[in-house]
């Protein structure tokens, strides 16, 4: 588990283990992937010897720098609170999630990988506009799923075929799928143009 030093007669001990005689193991010991080597404290801290009680163990003294990372845990596997990401320099509010390992767990209404994003309508307590879900959480981005016949960003467009054939004047018109806003059909249903969407577009005809 290491090696004795001919001069001073001490054992400096290999990655993932610690003590006089390097035999007590250290927490978080992995296998590094790049050069098969092994290091405590999920490479992201120092290991050493303690004892407690007058058993001797070891702890890890996890790395807490913004050039190393913020990182915690018996084995410092983790972040530390308000920081998150693989090396654990992400910020983590506090007030719009929560770290957990190494990632920050979005609260409902957030997202992103430092929950940073808003969801529309959180301000005002309805989300999406009441008409759709946010894709929140940790992996989402924050943009809204309508309802069906609600468009927009925020879902607070309403919009059918029967509205904009009463309200437009519309033969043949559809919903655009962005905006909500009426517009000529233009599916595999039907190609149509014109101020009333009567006519067909070019190319097409029957």
Known sequence: NGACSPTSGTCACNGGFTGSDCTINCPGTIILATTGARAACSNAGTCTEESIQGVATAQCTCESTLQGGFFGGVDCASCQERYSGSQCLEPCSSSRGTTV???????????????LLT????????????HGNCNDGSRGDASCVCEPDFYGPNCDTHCTISQCKAAKNLVAPQCNTTSGACECQDTVFGHYSG??????????WG
């Open 101 to 115: 390992g190494r990632e920050c767990r979005c609260k409902p209404g957030f997202a992103g990988a430092s929950c």
């Open 119 to 130: 969801c529309p309508g959180y301000d005002t307590g309805l989300v999406c506009a009441g």
């Open 195 to 204: 101020e009333h969407c009567d006519s067909c577009r070019t190319f097409f």
